[in-house]
């Protein structure tokens, strides 16, 4: 069974920083692009930050680029997600998934998700 387990989230205030994990099991995670994708109230999941199954392309969205950092430890079976600087609009329940790069850019349709992990970012 196919297992994603994110944690991390929280509470902070503008400006500051956070770092959200995801445990996977039930599969052979070196065989998947990984993603990061999250989710405000009325609005659909959006991918925001994708990686590569051996972690050597990124993609990002405009909205987040040069503030996260996705990465992953394949030897771990781990993805991160690094967010710095961070706005309010940043607010959002934050879900890994398995995905990948599309040719043209940005995250693919997942295929599993986790249960997610919400980020709320206020003063």
């Known amino acids: 069974e196919v297992q994603l387990v994110e944690s991390g989230g929280g509470l902070v205030q503008p400006g500051g920083s956070l770092r959200l994990s995801c445990a996977a099991s039930?599969?052979?995670?070196?065989?998947?692009?990984m993603a990061w994708f999250r989710q405000t109230p009325g609005n659909e999941r959006q991918g925001i930050a994708c990686?590569?199954?051996?972690?050597?392309?990124?993609d990002y969205v405009s909205s987040v680029k040069g503030r996260f950092t996705i990465s992953r430890d394949n030897a771990k079976n781990t993805l991160s997600l690094s967010m710095d600087n961070v706005l309010p609009e940043d607010t959002a329940m934050y879900y890994c998934?398995?995905?990948?790069?599309?040719?043209?850019?940005?995250?693919?349709?997942?295929?599993?998700w986790g249960q997610g992990t919400q980020v709320t970012v206020s003063s």
């Open positions: 998934a398995t995905s990948a790069i599309e040719a043209r850019g940005g995250c693919a349709s997942p295929g599993h």
């Open positions: 990686i590569s199954w051996d972690g050597l392309l990124t």
């Open positions: 039930g599969f052979k995670f070196d065989d998947y692009g």
